[in-house]
């Protein structure tokens, strides 16, 4: 099986947690946003270069633009948003 490459925001806690340690644990690649990088960082001692964690406030809308828009990686990604006022909770594959 190929190895998939996630973008999971938010992913500091609840749902978003549990899908970036679930995408870890069976081997793919996470990109995760949070507002403090502290929040992942067990999962960075465990995991390694294999989560990448980005800074992403949301609440201060022209960083969060730009921090998206520099999000960029070889491959398909499989994007999940955790937020409660999005339209989508599937899988999202590009």
Known sequence: MAVRHWFITP???????????????????????????????????????????????????PIATRRSAGLSGPGRWTSWSTTPDTRSWAPQRR
């Open 11 to 61: 992913a500091s806690g609840g749902l978003g947690r549990h899908l970036t340690e679930h995408a870890l644990q069976h081997g793919d690649r996470v990109t995760a946003t949070v507002r403090r990088p502290v929040a992942l960082q067990d999962l960075r001692e465990t995991y390694g270069d294999r989560l990448t964690v980005e800074i992403l406030d949301v609440t201060r809308r």
